[in-house]
């Protein structure tokens, strides 16, 4: 099998992996980060949702293969400055939560009920932030409506974003991104 | 060590390592269980839960309950805390490992934890409380009412003096047990009653493992199970060759099933070295499926049956005076046929589970809501000894009543077994959705009787049902899973007189019958079981009569519940049915939601309500209706949900963001399946296998707006996390009527003309 370069949160890998194989599977079983869920498998809910190059990306439709060399962002280095996944795996049991605004915002607002689906929904709307500072209403939902969510939280996510959105535009720019 | 029994709960103390305090307690076994079980019910007191004071200040409460988003992780251990007066920035929430010596039975189901908790996690707290402030005053040489407590400190009132918790612990760990350990009165909580974030939200948006996929265990391979596409049949021959050319799958492996289907079910396990491989391999496998006798059903054969049923006797459940001389007799009678599809939970993490088998003993890790059922199933399939099945449960990527089941737990344990190795069994979504024990569909046809003054004098209501009961070869009868009773809320302990959700209440005539179809397909319990069809089909049913006898619809209902004198409540329950909690949220919805006063131009309100597992909702939706969502010839029209307004009464609330967050989220789930969901039967099998298909809610579909009004009680907590279900999709058939007087009489609303916007 070929060796393929992967770069995730600032770290590089060498990984003996089909190239076919999808890099959620890459992540979750030959890295151990297993914060990326698997929800579908088929492009449909989003819980896969990871950062390529800056964009939110579903890691279930993208070969590993085709990942190689490009900087892939999980929600373990989401947030976590330069350190990466690192930095966090260091925090012990009941570590902090991540520094990222949409972060600290779904926990504020106590987003989650299974959880399942958050990380996912998290690292959207990282990214809708990142390229929208300061989302309409339905700029939110519009934004948010891949990522299903079973347990309904939808209120609260736009919630959330909203207020992300203005904890991120009230500190200095680029600031925890 | 001293122990002291209190109501039926007993508590322990003893000192733990470092310095600390550890407060064990428990329920009290009944006399007929300590008998059956041959000990002096003093000499099995077991304990449940537990509870350390470190010399620091942190307090670690263990939480037995596994929690599938309902919040049960945190609210436990908030009641434990409010009664301790514990300053709860310092308390840690841990799960608690399935040990029998240690945990009784566990799981949460039925919206139960918190009516079974209460008292204990209650009496637990105050005793901790009262031994800290006991060995304070002591050691101040004052008495105890001259002290108080507050967030983890022991205050003497006079001199103003204060000590912190942490280092009374030691002291107090050497006192008795006392006897006596007051609550404190609803109107001095600081901390039940207010929002407070989940335990585990850091953990969740960082990503940490938390749930069943993400368990990893040295050496551990990952399997992908087939199953056969039609329901009730299994694998005849295999050929596995391609599959084992698969590069990393390592072993294929049969898995035999049970004569209980919902204990495990017969399939082929490929065994790989990632989840991917296993999948690979999975598909690569090339079988003959003895199909079994279901292999020509369908959705229509089925839909034909329930009509069939339905125009038959049926069996009657339950008759007061004579419903067919009532209904011959009666001005007007005002009939509906309802037709429900299968629901899969699709819980959004796939089904799966973690399982080592070595040395005779089995251990299991993954997401079970049923850790003491479950341990009994793995034992039963497995041969190993219920004592040495080890269950660690994860936290649970949704449940929905999926989790009841441990047939996955199951699957692990035979393939572990099997292959000597411990193994993470996953499902894909597709196995999850194809081989789920759905929502038990079925119809119900309904007469109402009426007379001159628009009066329900008659109600005949013939249910025709899957039965889940009867799927999962339970001994009671099949209707009793698909019809509840409402005085206790638990099928357990239905007075012989009680009512059901099926039967309103104060009808002089009244006739339940019941007819059970044929079918192959797999059942299981689904959020609000039973409560979501039958509360659909009395609720609409209810507003139709209404507003054809040019009635209030709230009137009419009040005028159905009657006053709590007229019931006669017999059994246990602490919180029995009470009608006047009905009214008051009926009342409340209509108010806030602007029920009976002019909507906006083009736009209608529905009102509905619905009795749960011991809790009240009553809902008012606004909404609109749109044009066609397409061109195409019968494309459903759009729906857009302005706002919801919700009232609801659980008793006591624990945590409201908890409450706020399940009526919101359960007005959400609720919507989404109403409108789009639907299992298809096609060929024995089920059709739809992933999201595509089996469409969930999503974000821009939501409600603009959800208000959750909770109405103020002093009573008992009851169940919050599926209460909110069953009531929005016959509030919005009702507004749609309203708007449109088009009636709406079966699920999904896409298949009845209309989708969301
Ligand atoms: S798992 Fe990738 S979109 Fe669902
Ligand atoms: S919180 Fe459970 S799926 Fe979103």
Redesign the pocket.
Known sequence: MPSISLSVNGRTHALELDPEMPLLWALRDSLGLVGTKF?CGGGFCG?CTVHVDGAATRACMLPVGKAAGRAITTIEGLGAGAGGYDQVRAGAEGSEPGSHPVQRAWVELD????????AG?IMTAAALLARTPNPSDEEIAAGMNGN??????YMRIREAVRRAASMATSSAPGEGR | MSAHVSRRTFLRVGSAAGGGLLLSFGWRPSALEAAQAGTPAAASLQPSGFVRLDPDGTVTIWSKNPDM?QGVKTALPMILAEEMDADWSRVRAIDAELDRSKFGGQGSGGSDSMRAEWDLYRNAGATIREMLADTAAEAWGVTRTECRTERSRVVHATTGRSIEYGPLAARAAARPVPQKAAWKPASAFTLLGTRVAGVDNPAIVTGRPLYGIDVRVPGMKYAAVAKCPVFGGRPAVVDDSAALRVPGVRQVARIPGHENPTFLQPGVAVVADSTWAAFKGRDALRIQWDEGPFRDETSASLSDQFARLARGEGTTVRAVGDVDAALAGASRVVEAYYEFPFLSHA???PHNCTADVRDGHCYITGPLQMQGSGALVVSEVTGIPRENVHIQVTRL??GFGRRLLSDYAAEAAVVSKAIGAPVQVIGTREDDMRHDYYRPAGARALRAGLDANGRIVAWDCHLVNLSRNAYRRGTSPAWSTETYGMVTGLSENLAPDFELDLVPWHIPHVRLRFSEPRSGVATGAWRAPAHVANAFAVETLLDEIAVSAGRNPVDLRLELLGPSSALRITGDDPTPYNPERMVAVLRLAAERGGFGQRPPEGRARGLAAHYTFGSYCAQVVELSVGPQASGAVGAPRRVTIHRVTCALDCGIVVNRSGVEAQAQ?GIIDGLGHAFFGEITIDRGGAVEGNFDRYRLIRNREAPAAIDVHVVPSTMRPTGFGEIAVPVIAPAVANAVAALTGDRIRRTPFVRAGYTLR
């Open positions: 929800g819980a987003v989650a009920q299974c959880g399942y689906c958050q929904q299903l969510c079973r347990c309904g939280t | 988003g819980t959004l993490e990527g949704g989220g």
